[in-house]
């Protein structure tokens, strides 16, 4: 990886302007659907996207701001609306499959059943082994069109490592790239001491072991770790740490930061002002890296965010966003390629010519070494936009997208 710092940067300055915020100029138009593709698979000519996901347990009365219930299928929604919208120019069209698993459905039985209606493209919004057993499960079964898999919710890194398969492709940025864009915003800031707090959950653990090799990556240190010790489900049981507690947790640690690890979202939110020091928090709740946030209006972001709003009755959230650009990649592919033949298009996901335009101010292209969406991440507070990742000075001989997450020299991937 070459990550190097630097005070100037015409490579990227061209991309990025002050402040880290991609600045590249480029009409609204531009980063809206051009064309959806070319009929294939159905009877009735449209070309068929399944969506297969776990329905959201209603909101509970604690949290207000709970997953809604359409959480992702509302985003898959607006892509097959924009691609048929545009696709009358074209004589193409598209239909979306959705199929919500419940008790006793396993996500390889829904795919293996979409899979046989002579569906080619699978978006799934399901956990990394659901991801995996989907892969696996479906891999050589298009007797020569191939199913192609866009995973938008399994952050995991080892999906883009050890355990990446040749017929996924990944739209969530993994927590390496999360993490990365955290780390670039706090050397810039020269915010260099960092207080790592890991949750008593599997993830937790992954994102601080993401984030331990982002702040070496990035000579950021960390000056102590802890486990938080409120259990994990504060919020349920209202177990929350007292003001004392929490100061007791944080007495004697010489940091810049607090970084949490808690993707449950059980415990994160209790950490900001119950600290000895007045310090900042990110990670996980506080100061995040995400791919998609109601203040993001740069770019034609608004105008997307207000047809959502129409379509949904309510803010577009990261996930919504993820599975509208997997849905759209299939067709913006299939735009270019004048074909939506899965054969023709499993292969040039991947290729250096794919380009997504998705509302970021840059085209979105897939790593061909991982299968990974390069993309720009926002860092945002809860209320506002901070700033935009790749940082302003952060070079790379292919693109500074590539400064976030795992490089080619890295990879672990072989396909």
Not at 366 to 375: A, K, N, S, V
Request: net charge neutral; aromatic share 8%.
């Amino acid at each position: 990886m070459n990550a190097s710092l630097f005070s100037t940067s015409a490579a990227v300055a061209l991309l990025f302007g002050l402040g880290g915020t991609a600045c590249l100029s480029l009409p609204a138009a531009a980063q809206e659907p051009a064309a959806s593709a070319q009929a294939a698979e159905g009877s009735s000519g449209d070309t068929h996207i399944g969506l297969i996901y776990w329905p959201e347990i209603a909101p509970s009365s604690y949290d207000a701001e709970a997953a809604p219930e359409d959480e992702g299928v509302a985003g898959a929604r607006m892509a097959v609306k924009d691609n048929n919208t545009t696709g009358r120019f074209t004589k193409q069209t598209y239909a979306l499959d959705e199929v919500a698993l419940t008790e006793g459905k396993s996500a390889v039985d829904a795919a293996r059943d979409l899979v046989g209606k002579g569906i080619r493209y699978l978006v799934l919004a399901l956990p990394a082994d659901d991801v995996l057993a989907v892969a696996d499960a479906v891999k050589g079964e298009g007797k020569g069109n191939e199913v192609t898999i866009f995973n938008t919710a399994a952050p995991d890194d080892r999906l883009r490592g050890a355990d990446c398969r040749k017929n996924v492709f990944h739209v969530i940025p993994s927590r390496a790239m999360q993490t990365d864009a955290l780390a670039q915003f706090f050397t810039l800031m020269r915010w260099r001491k960092m207080f790592l707090i890991t949750g008593p959950n599997d993830n937790d653990r992954l994102y601080a072991d993401a984030f331990r090799a982002s702040a070496k990556k990035f000579s950021l240190k960390i000056t102590a770790e802890k486990p938080w010790t409120f259990g994990p489900l504060a919020k349920a049981r209202g177990d929350t740490p007292t003001r004392s507690e929490a100061m007791v947790f944080t007495r004697g640690v010489d940091y810049d930061l607090a970084i949490v690890a808690d993707e449950a979202n059980d415990w994160g939110d209790y950490v900001p002002f119950r600290t000895v020091d007045p310090r900042p928090v990110a990670g996980t709740q506080g100061l995040i890296a995400t791919t998609w946030h109601p203040t993001l209006e740069t770019w034609g972001a608004a105008q997307a965010q207000n047809r959502f709003r129409r379509l949904a009755g309510r803010l577009m959230r990261p996930l919504d966003y993820q599975v509208w650009a997997a849905v759209r990649s299939v067709g913006e592919a299939a735009t270019q390629k004048k074909t939506a033949d899965p054969a023709v298009l499993s292969a040039y996901f991947a290729d250096p010519a794919f380009s997504l335009p998705a509302y970021k101010g840059v085209s979105l292209t897939y790593r061909p070494w991982d299968h990974q969406l390069r993309q720009p991440i926002i860092v945002v507070q809860p209320k506002a936009m901070v700033t935009v990742a790749p940082e302003q000075g952060f070079t790379h001989q292919r693109t500074p997208l590539d400064t976030l997450g795992v490089d080619l020299p890295e990879t672990a991937c072989k396909f």
